[in-house]
């Protein structure tokens, strides 16, 4: 689950990146609800591993928040929310 959160995370992060572009900001849209449902699977592969090493889970929740407020901003500032 740890490295489906990961991935998950990746993938947020790189439509993030997508939707900086000029015109294309209205992927924002999709990739916010996107990155929420990783940021809830992530959450719950960090709370269900047993062991120490939970950097993967961790990582894709710190990849999803990130992919979540930028992504906002964007759309904050395209004047996509009001």
């Not at 993938?11 to 993030?16: D, E, H, N, S």
């Amino acid at each position: 689950m740890q490295v489906i959160s990961l991935t998950w995370g990746i993938l947020a992060i790189i439509g993030m990146f997508i939707g900086l572009i000029p015109c294309i900001g209205a992927l924002n849209w999709l990739n916010i609800p996107f990155a929420v449902a990783g940021l809830i699977v992530s959450i719950i592969a960090h709370a269900t591993h047993p062991g120490p090493n939970k950097s993967s889970s961790m990582t894709g929740i710190v990849l999803c928040a990130i992919a979540i407020v930028i992504g906002a901003k964007r759309l904050i500032m395209g004047g996509g929310i009001l």
